[in-house]
């Protein structure tokens, strides 16, 4: 079926080849993970932009002796395609399937894995001091994106490997995007070294003239490198950024020519000490859809390749967000929006289009983020922090040390709360309840639907005397019930019974959905934090059975608040017999369909019918 493909099970039969099969090969990987990736979704744009980059990467190192190192790893199926998994291809993301990341268990070609931004540098040095300390030789590669180097982390990084000066590569894939456009100094700093022709130019041509010349070139050109600086300030008035840091550059390279590609791979490999190969691409390459608009084509459901992916109003969380978000900022001039390189995955692409004076995108800089919101709000300002909830971990320091102590009224929006499905299990948001709950002065809020959120939104705005988190799933927005109204007590669901539910959030709908077939009076908890003890006392105290069911890790989560609850008011539950926390055990969860996912881990609602009735029958 492919020319070219069908003939590389592996990178030694890649490296078999020659320049212009390559190219052919290049072509037959696109049209697969077209083919592919549309009929079980996953990200499309970020991988037909590293084509030909990953087969000159293989073609030149030897994984996996060579370490290559993929940031975040949702552009590595060009990766696993030439490493052997081709033919496992349709299982993408499904339960039981090949990751969309990269997993250390799935080959040993995944050197490392992530599904967080801008670790790829950090962990390429400890693999390198690693090689050296026992006294090993192979090569240690990070690639890592332009947005990712907007995350602290890969700074930090650079600045240590340059000061170590530890023998390895990074490779800078420059596609100017991350999910949403690159914003700030580092993007324009890059764009103005991928628009000096000039400079490099004049350098590539003065040094290949002069080291022609016998018994002079050679001391020649190491007398104009010791005018580099002179000249690069000239020339490119701070573009040489890496330099400075210690770390020898070369490029800016046409990530799509795998010729020059393989060319400047072998420079790079006889560079002693840290070097950044600067490699421009361009998402989404080879699929016209995906070119014009990559964001469309990061993330895709299942879509017919010739007719590519369709919008569709939504009405999920996200969206219900962002357009209420819209109608509290018409009525009040202090409301912010800030996101972390994620304005349209949290909706807030229509808010920065009515406010953009009002939006802000920091980048991959959750930490960075959190601690501005901090510093908008001693000034009066009302910040609405949007951020996954995965994501949202990284600022654990900066909400608990510039948000909480100071008792500062900032708004976490924590979207993607819960399993989050086919991702998997570094982006479910299954850990935020936990971490929230140990911080003094916050206030954690979950609601149920759509009508309870809005109301959450509104309490928040008006809420002065600290930190307001409202965690709410990926989805679409419904209404269910009534809605309970500020400040958000306990709710009864069903009426009491022997048997009783303790839910909140999303999982409130499916707990009353298996307590009505089980006979289970249902409480609904739309205020985790502070848990209002004389109400659950009230509804809960007669009972002989009592599960609680959430979709956190029950180690720090709603199920502990109410054991705590029930052993400080022990003398009050004289009938109860059996109490049991369901939510997520202490693992973690893999990635597939979010109903199999719940299904697997014994929380759909014919397991949750099987567990009460279990207890009812002694």
């Known amino acids: 079926m492919y020319k070219m493909l069908d003939r590389v099970n592996s990178p030694e039969e890649l490296k078999a080849l020659s320049l212009d099969e390559l190219k052919v ?64 291809f349709d299982s993408l993301r499904q339960w039981g399937g090949l990751s969309g990341f990269l997993k250390r268990e799935e080959s040993p070609h995944d050197a490392f894995e992530a599904g967080h931004s801008s670790t790829s540098i950090s962990a390429g040095i400890g693999m390198a001091i690693a090689r050296d ?14 947005g990712a180097l907007t995350g602290g982390m890969a700074l930090e990084a650079l600045n240590f490997v340059g000061h170590q000066k530890t023998n390895m590569k990074v490779i800078l894939n420059d596609n100017e995007m991350s999910i949403s456009e690159n914003v700030g100094g580092i993007s324009k700093a890059l764009s103005q070294i991928r628009t000096t022709e000039s400079y490099a130019k004049l350098k590539g041509e003065t040094k290949s003239t002069l080291s022609r010349i016998p018994n002079v070139g050679r001391s020649m050109v190491e007398v ?12 490119v008035d701070g573009g040489y950024f890496f330099e400075e840091l210690g770390l020898t550059y070369i490029g800016p390279i046409n990530g799509h020519n795998v010729n020059e590609l393989i060319e400047n791979i072998a420079i790079i490999k006889r560079v002693k000490g840290p070097v950044v190969m600067h490699v421009i691409t361009q998402k989404g390459k080879g699929y016209i859809g995906a070119e014009i608009n990559p964001n469309k084509y990061h993330g895709v459901g299942k879509f017919d390749p010739k007719v590519g992916v369709q919008s569709s109003p939504k009405h999920d969380y996200s969206s219900v967000f962002a357009h209420h978000l819209m109608d509290l900022a018409e009525k009040h001039d202090d409301i912010v929006a800030i996101s972390a390189a ?10 920065k289009e009515r406010f953009p004076e009002r939006t802000f995108d920091v980048g991959i800089a959750e930490q960075h983020g959190v601690t501005m919101a901090a510093g908008l709000a001693t000034q009066g300002i009302k910040p609405f922090v949007a951020i996954y909830s995965t994501f949202l971990q990284r600022a654990y320091d900066q909400i608990l040390h510039d948000v909480c102590i100071q008792k500062l009224p900032v708004v976490f929006c924590i979207d993607r709360a819960g399993l989050v499905g086919n991702d998997g299990e570094t982006h479910h948001g299954v850990f935020d309840l936990s971490y929230l709950s140990q ?17 959450m939104l509104d309490y928040a705005y008006a809420y ?7 965690r709410y799933p990926r989805g679409n927005a419904e209404v269910f019930g009534l809605a309970s109204e500020a400040p958000f007590k306990p709710q009864l669901i069903l009426e009491e019974k022997e048997g009783m539910l303790i839910t909140t959030g999303k999982m409130t709908e499916l707990g009353v959905k298996a307590a009505h077939q089980a006979g289970f009076g249902v409480v609904h908890v739309p205020c985790i934090k502070p848990i209002d003890v004389e109400a659950i006392l009230a509804y809960t ?26 052993t400080s008011h022990i003398q009050s539950y004289n009938r109860l017999t059996h109490f049991e926390m369901l939510g997520i055990q202490d693992t973690f969860v893999s990635h597939g369909n979010t109903d199999r996912l719940l299904k697997e881990i014994g929380l759909d609602v014919e397991s949750l019918v099987e567990k009460m009735k279990a207890v009812q029958n002694g």
């Not at 206030?443 to 759509?450: H, N, Q, R």
């Not at 599960?547 to 180690?555: A, Q, Y």
Request: proline content about 3%.
């Open 25 to 88: 090969l290049a072509i037959d990987i696109r049209q697969f993970l077209i083919e592919n990736v549309s009929k079980t979704g996953g990200h499309l744009a970020s991988n037909l932009g590293v084509v030909e980059l990953t087969i000159a990467l293989h073609y030149c190192f030897n994984s996996p002796t060579d370490k290559l190192i993929w940031d975040v790893g949702h552009q590595a199926y060009v990766h696993k395609i030439l490493t052997g998994r081709k033919d496992q």
């Open 133 to 146: 300390i026992a006294q090993q030789e192979y090569d240690v590669v990070s690639v890592i994106g332009d």
């Open 224 to 235: 104009i490198g010791k005018l580099k600086d002179t000249l690069k300030y000239v020339v």
């Open 342 to 351: 994620m304005i349209t995955g949290t909706g807030l692409t229509s808010f």
């Open 439 to 455: 911080m003094p002065n916050m206030t954690i809020l979950s609601p149920k639907d759509e009508v309870e959120f809005k109301a």
């Open 464 to 470: 002065k005397e600290g930190p307001v988190a409202i």
């Open 541 to 566: 105290q007669n009972a002989k059975w009592l599960f609680t069911l959430e979709d956190n890790t029950v180690n720090g989560g709603l199920g502990e608040k109410i054991e705590q609850v029930i």
